[in-house]
């Protein structure tokens, strides 16, 4: 409508002024071309597909001294793997509902429940597993130990099922020789069965921790998918992070 308005003020101005040498005619201005053209959304490339980000790794080089076990009785055969920017482990996920209670996650709903989680939000209330998408980490132990290799609270991860990648946050900690276990909201996203009483899946699920990477607040999901898709088309093939990848 604007550009119509000033097409029609323009062609009266010209009907009602008098006639001069073309040399002294003003210049038509040019018209500023549509935002979608000249200004294009930054930052939103393509996801890495989940099988690219498999393929990345594929390859494990263990930095666990010990290997982990999928649920109690289950025997101890995951390792938890390293790549210059990134550790990661493939495993089962349980369903973590503690923190913060609500409709689905509360002392009804979870013979667990714990109104507690290892990191707090911003406010210093729990973290909502129901709300929230985060992944939970063994507790520190002679296995391995988490806080080495630049993970901690509000850490990204990328967390990935049959063709589905899910960005998240480390958010609690768990028992010191199993691992395996993501909130209620983490799973619910990844077509997960959430319900913590017999829910989760019995394998095929990978989590990606980067090093030394951190959204604050904790609570900021859509921080954490952005930084998550960032450092996920930085990290480089077959197990190795490009010197892109660096982060402090």
Same mark, same amino acid.
């Given at each position: 409508?604007?550009?119509?308005?000033?097409? $029609?003020a323009a062609a009266s101005a010209a009907l009602l002024a008098p006639t001069t040498p073309p040399a002294a005619q003003a210049q038509p201005q040019a018209q500023p071309r549509p935002r979608?053209?000249?200004?294009?959304? !930054?930052?939103?490339?393509?996801? !890495?597909?989940?099988? %690219?980000?498999?393929?990345?790794?594929?390859?494990?080089?263990? !930095?666990? @001294?010990?290997?982990?076990?999928?649920? /109690?009785?289950?025997?101890a055969k995951i390792p938890v793997c390293g790549t210059p920017d990134a550790v990661f482990w493939k495993a089962d996920m349980d369903i973590d509902c503690d923190g913060r209670p609500g409709p689905r996650c509360n002392r009804r709903t979870d013979?667990?429940?714990?109104?507690?989680?290892?990191?707090?939000?911003?406010?210093?209330?729990? $973290?909502?597993?129901e709300r929230l998408p985060f992944v939970v980490v063994p507790a520190p132990s002679p296995i391995w130990d988490y806080r080495d290799h630049g993970v901690g609270g509000g850490s990204v991860?990328?967390?990935?099922?049959?063709?589905?990648? @899910? /960005?998240?946050? !480390?958010?609690?900690?768990g028992p010191r020789n199993i691992i395996g276990e993501a909130s209620y909201a983490t799973a619910r996203a990844l077509g997960i069965r959430p319900d913590p009483h017999g829910?989760?899946?019995?394998?095929?699920?990978?989590?990606?921790?980067?090093?030394?990477?951190?959204?604050?607040?904790?609570? %900021?999901?859509?921080?954490?998918?952005?930084?998550?898709?960032? $450092?996920t088309r930085e990290l480089g093939p077959a197990g190795r992070a490009s010197a892109a990848g660096r982060r402090g």
């Open positions: 409508m604007r550009v119509q308005s000033f097409t $029609l979608s053209y000249a200004q294009p959304v !930054v930052g939103r490339e393509i996801p !890495v597909r989940a099988t %690219d980000l498999l393929a990345r790794v594929r390859d494990c080089v263990p !930095v666990s @001294r010990g290997r982990y076990r999928s649920d /109690y009785g289950a025997p013979p667990h429940f714990a109104a507690a989680t290892a990191y707090a939000q911003s406010d210093g209330r729990p $973290l909502s597993a991860v990328a967390v990935v099922y049959r063709d589905r990648v @899910r /960005y998240a946050v !480390v958010g609690d900690t829910g989760g899946t019995p394998s095929g699920v990978t989590y990606i921790v980067f090093k030394n990477s951190r959204v604050s607040p904790i609570e %900021d999901d859509a921080a954490a998918v952005a930084t998550g898709e960032r $450092l």
